[in-house]
């Protein structure tokens, strides 16, 4: 008998030992639509059913996009910090209940403080701008001595809200040394301080235009408006800055280059419109100290924090004014570095970690929000770091989180393999496994929306990409009419998937007449591949084997 050793199991198995016998038990539910499934011509197998199992995330699959030039996908790790969590959504703990019941008198005497000085600073704002056409030039002394009424009014606001004393340090520069500003954002009361503080021009979006009392007091500001979704609009306020920067007579800009709130727990991406003119920028930061009540307004509703503010004793703000930051004058420096150096002085100030958060992130967790999903944040991606990798905008994203939400994810936010077939309007097969397994960057079974974005971004990004889709094209329309049959279709398809039956060849086929008018246009088919990039893959066997006279033959040696 051979010496026991510390490695070797104490309980051999025998090969007469039974098998393990495992039994899966399906609800009516299932059963009733996996039949149903069957009668329409779509076959899933019993592993579908399950997640993408442990036998084939082991398996090493090849990579479906190689023919473009892929070199396969790298996604970073989920970050831990969530910053626009408000931490106080409910109110927690015996003290805050009493705080709250006590102070319910004095939010009462706050909230008509509060009303009498918005209406004051408002008829003092209105007049005046009363009578003032040129609003190319900088209010003239007068009005600017009558706003100061406003500016009263605006400190006595703040009052109400909690904020008796506002703690400073440091102190602003001068005008014609820093004629910028920018801070992080944490709360609406950050530009009520500043209004009351700097009396800047600020840069806004253009929905504040419309804001009862609060559009009217930001004109005052001489404010320059932006729709972040068009070009001309961001180019036409960075000149704006420039232009009211130039000029000594003009307040200084005020910018929050963060572009939305957070909770102040990190600093986000940092939009260039204050970088791009070159001038000096100081910046300032802002926090909020607190125990019991989180005062950011992230993901809670601002009828909910005001009624907060007002029902606490005192509401803690410090301000700190951080040394100018110049741009290098001895060295060509581009304006991304040049916001890096605010953005790490800012951070480091703050104490806190700078992240590639955006307000794309904000729309994509509303947009989760609004469907319902347990757990919002899971969909966050970073869209700054996207939009700078892969060129794809916030609403791009949007477009992209829609399709992955109608993979139905689980309640953490994940797709599983059969999930991810039926929205794709794929069948199980090596290379539905072999996409599936791309995105699948962990190994784990099942993906992420940032997966399946970075996946999809990868894909488009590829130099050979829009060259594929045209070749793709050509390679379907067989008949060279410029449009592409059910059964030209088909065709191609079956090369990649022999087994494709003629009701998947028609889900197919339906998702990429995206007009809906019986046949696929070539625009039909590049948006449908713009949309759904992942497809492509469909699309390999027909595009490497070149059997068309249309194919380009420089071109073809390339994907090969």
């Given at each position: 008998m051979a010496k026991p050793d510390l490695t070797s199991p104490l309980i051999s198995s025998q090969p007469s030992d039974p098998p393990h016998v495992i039994v899966t038990v399906h609800d009516g539910k299932s059963v009733h639509y996996r039949e149903q499934q069957s009668r329409n011509g779509i076959h899933y197998s019993n592993q579908n059913h399950q997640s993408y199992n442990e036998t084939r995330c082991s398996r090493n699959l090849r990579d479906p996009f190689e023919f473009l030039g892929s070199g396969g996908l790298e996604v970073p790790a989920p970050t831990t910090v969530d910053p626009?969590?408000?931490?106080?959504?409910?109110?927690?703990?015996?003290?805050?209940?009493?705080?709250?019941?006590?102070?319910?008198?004095?939010?009462?005497?706050?909230?008509?403080?509060?009303?009498?000085?918005?209406?004051?600073?408002?008829i003092a704002t209105k007049l005046?701008?009363?009578?003032?056409?040129?609003?190319?030039?900088?209010?003239?002394?007068?009005?600017?001595?009558?706003?100061?009424?406003?500016?009263?009014?605006?400190?006595?606001?703040?009052?109400?809200?909690?904020?008796?004393w506002i703690r400073r340090k440091g102190k602003p520069a001068p005008r014609e040394i820093a004629p910028i500003v920018v801070s992080n954002h944490v709360s609406y009361?950050?530009?009520?301080f500043?209004?009351?503080?700097?009396?800047?021009?600020?840069?806004?979006?253009?929905?504040?235009?419309?804001?009862?009392?609060?559009?009217?007091?930001?004109?005052?500001?001489?404010?320059?408006?932006?729709?972040?979704?068009?070009?001309?609009?961001?180019?036409?306020?960075?000149?704006?800055?420039?232009?009211?920067?130039?000029?000594?007579?003009?307040?200084?800009?005020?910018?929050?280059?963060?572009?939305?709130?957070?909770?102040?727990?990190?600093?986000?991406?940092?939009?260039?419109?204050?970088?791009?003119?070159?001038?000096?920028?100081?910046?300032?930061v802002v926090r909020y100290p607190h125990v019991?009540?989180?005062?950011?307004?992230?993901?809670?509703?601002?009828?909910?924090l005001m009624f907060r503010m007002f029902t606490q004793f005192h509401n803690f703000m410090e301000v700190e004014y951080l040394p100018v930051v110049f741009p290098l004058e001895n060295q060509k420096e581009n304006v991304a570095r040049f916001a890096e150096r605010t953005s790490r002085a800012m951070a480091t100030a703050l104490n806190v970690v700078q992240t590639f958060y955006s307000y794309g992130d904000v729309l994509l967790r509303t947009e989760a929000s609004l469907s319902e999903q347990d757990k919002p944040a899971n969909y966050m991606a970073e869209i700054a770091r996207v939009e700078s990798l892969f060129h794809i905008g916030s609403m791009e994203a949007l477009e992209f989180l829609n399709r992955f939400l109608s993979m139905n994810p689980d309640c953490s936010g994940r797709v599983v393999y059969h999930n991810f077939l039926k929205a794709l309007r794929l069948r199980d097969c090596t290379l539905s496994e072999e996409v599936f397994g791309f995105i699948n960057v962990d190994k784990n079974g099942s993906i992420t929306f940032k997966q399946f974005l970075y996946a999809s971004?990868?894909?488009?990004?590829?130099?050979?990409?829009?060259?594929?889709?045209?070749l793709a094209f050509a390679e379907c329309d067989v008949a060279g009419n410029d449009c592409i049959s059910a059964k030209e279709l088909g065709a191609s398809l079956k090369l990649a998937i022999p087994n494709l039956n003629n009701h998947e060849i028609e889900e197919l086929f339906n998702l990429f007449d995206m007009d809906g008018d019986g046949s696929v246009s070539r625009d039909d088919f590049n948006t449908c591949l713009r949309k759904n990039p992942l497809l492509i893959a469909l699309f390999s066997a027909s595009l490497l084997s070149g059997n068309s006279s249309r194919t380009d033959d420089n071109v073809l040696e390339e994907i090969e």
């Open positions: 626009f969590r408000n931490h106080t959504h409910a109110i927690d703990g015996v003290y805050e209940m009493i705080k709250i019941v006590v102070c319910l008198p004095i939010a009462a005497a706050r909230l008509v403080l509060f009303g009498l000085c918005l209406a004051l600073g408002y005046a701008l009363q009578g003032w056409k040129d609003r190319q030039n900088p209010m003239p002394r007068w009005r600017c001595r009558l706003m100061w009424i406003t500016r009263v009014c605006t400190r006595c606001i703040l009052f109400s809200f909690g904020y008796q009361i950050d530009p009520i500043y209004f009351y503080e700097l009396f800047p021009t600020i840069v806004a979006s253009e929905s504040h235009d419309s804001l009862p009392f609060v559009g009217t007091i930001i004109r005052a500001m001489q404010v320059i408006y932006v729709d972040r979704f068009s070009p001309q609009s961001r180019k036409h306020a960075v000149n704006e800055i420039k232009r009211k920067a130039a000029c000594d007579t003009f307040p200084r800009v005020l910018l929050f280059p963060e572009g939305t709130t957070s909770n102040g727990k990190a600093l986000l991406s940092f939009q260039l419109g204050a970088f791009i003119p070159g001038y000096p920028v100081q910046p300032i019991h009540f989180d005062q950011s307004w992230g993901d809670i509703s601002l009828a909910r971004g990868h894909v488009m990004k590829q130099p050979l990409f829009r060259q594929a889709c045209e």
